[in-house]
């Protein structure tokens, strides 16, 4: 899964603890927590759902064997909210 980009009606801000999104459209805001911004802003930068949870697995061992199933998940949740596109 290449191409992620935010949404064209989502903007987003860093915060200390993570991120939050905001759905201009239905004024929903979301926030993440420090791994799912690490997440976002891997995809983001181009990096895939894999790579980006090779990177995590390298980072937490101890839940390396669920962490492309919950990047798959974040990722697929983002995209139901219409906060993430292809």
């Avoid at 839940?63 to 990722?75: E, G, I, K, N, R």
């Avoid at 909210?81 to 292809?86: F, I, S, T």
Wanted: charged share 25%.
């Amino acid at each position: 899964m290449k191409g992620i980009a935010l949404s064209p009606f989502v903007t987003m801000t860093e915060t200390e603890d993570g991120m939050v999104f905001l759905n201009k459209r239905t004024g929903r805001y979301w926030q993440l927590n420090g791994t799912g911004s690490e997440i976002v802003r891997l995809l983001l930068s181009g990096e895939t759902v894999e790579s980006v949870a090779s990177r995590l697995q390298e980072k937490y061992p101890d839940a390396s064997d669920q962490t492309l199933s919950d990047v798959h998940t974040l990722v697929g949740r983002l995209q139901a909210a219409k906060l993430l596109a292809r």
